[in-house]
Antibody, heavy 122, light 111 residues
Framework: EVQLVESGGGLVQPGGSLRLSCAAS????????MHWVRQATGKGLEWVSA???????YYPGSVKGRFTISRENAKNSLYLQMNSLRAGDTAVYYC????????????????WGQGTMVTVSS | QSVLTQPPSVSEAPRQRVTISCSGS????????VNWYQQLPGKAPKLLIY???LLPSGVSDRFSGSKSGTSASLAISGLQSEDEADYYC????????????FGGGTKLTVL
């Protein structure tokens, strides 16, 4: 079964750090671009980062310089290192598989994990 | 403010047809594929339409997508109560070193 399972969410103080993980199974992980998408409670979807099969990375301005996406193909795993966290980063974080191989190809996210909750609060 | 513009809500009666619009610009919809997602309450999003008008395996053919210039549309025919959900459009945007942009989402109510 094709599956993505996120972990690593939790409560963290403003200015703190957290590392999210996404375990992939049921497909050739190295052949797909991967993404993180977040959703604050009651709000819409917000793209957070992407990594292509060649290791190319992309970020929106809201997280650039604070978040780092990485992948470990040997472990079928995707990561998101989040530093200097703010209250506005509070959200459910989803990892998603992109169809295109490269994020800039306009990948559609065809597989999503169940999400992991990140709460930034003192 | 989302880069792609969707109506916040639409409503229609069962068995009718509804369309959801998604407006962008030349740096996103005008130059890249549009994808649509359905999010049922409390669930992760699900891919509904990809590359403007393609239907993923297992998605009902009551759903269809189209694009013209810098706008795209999602149409749902033969509305059913189970279609009540939030719908999001998304596309790659070539500006600012490249990014994925989403619409703000449209809440569909089946009356």
């Amino acid at each position: 079964e094709v599956q993505l399972v996120e972990s690593g969410g939790g409560l963290v103080q403003p200015g703190g750090s957290l590392r999210l993980s996404c375990a992939a199974s049921g497909f050739t992980f190295s052949s797909y671009d991967m993404h993180w998408v977040r959703q604050a409670t009651g709000k819409g979807l917000e793209w957070v980062s992407a990594i292509g099969t060649a290791g190319d990375t992309y970020y929106p301005g809201s997280v650039k310089g604070r978040f780092t996406i990485s992948r470990e193909n040997a472990k079928n795993s995707l990561y998101l290192q989040m530093n200097s966290l703010r209250a506005g980063d509070t959200a459910v974080y989803y990892c998603a598989r992109g169809l295109g191989g490269s994020p800039s190809s306009g990948s559609a996210f065809d597989i999503w994990g169940q999400g992991t909750m990140v709460t930034v609060s003192s | 403010q989302s880069v792609l513009t969707q109506p916040p809500s639409v409503s229609e009666a069962p068995r009718q047809r509804v369309t959801i619009s998604c407006s962008g610009s030349s740096s996103n919809i005008g130059n890249n594929a549009v994808n649509w997602y359905q999010q049922l309450p409390g669930k992760a999003p699900k891919l509904l339409i990809y590359y403007d008008d393609l239907l993923p395996s297992g998605v009902s053919d009551r759903f269809s997508g189209s694009k013209s210039g810098t706008s795209a549309s999602l149409a749902i025919s033969g509305l059913q109560s189970e279609d009540e959900a939030d719908y999001y459009c998304a596309a790659w945007d070539d500006s600012l070193n490249g990014r994925v942009v989403f619409g703000g989402g449209t809440k569909l109510t089946v009356l």
